[in-house]
């Protein structure tokens, strides 16, 4: 069985500030914020995907369904649901 805790984490941070939400606010946040739209459907992301156990178009999928609900989720309602949708299946 494999470990994938630390990949679904790198996940979940990379595809939350995606969404643009922080916990802090930063003059910096919009650029993580594109850095991180700029990682999803990279080669790094896709490493990152397999390494979660997961196929890059699912978890992209899984962002983008979110994603059209951020204006009104909490950072920490994003980080909630992307942790049970991929830790759902990673633990399988």
């Known amino acids: 069985m ?3 805790t630390l990949w679904v984490a790198v996940l979940v941070q990379g595809l939350t500030d995606a969404c643009g ?3 802090w606010s930063s003059k910096k946040n919009e650029s993580y ?3 991180a739209l ?3 459907g990279s080669k790094d992301f896709n490493l990152v995907c397999e390494f979660a ?3 890059s178009n699912q978890v992209y999928d899984i962002y983008s369904a979110l994603s059209k609900h951020k204006h009104y989720l909490t950072t920490d309602d994003i980080r909630y649901l992307l942790n049970e949708a991929l830790n759902r299946r990673s633990n399988m």
């Open 2 to 4: 494999h470990d994938y």
């Open 21 to 23: 939400k922080f916990l």
């Open 33 to 35: 914020r594109q850095d």
């Open 38 to 40: 700029n990682w999803i």
């Open 53 to 55: 156990g997961w196929e």
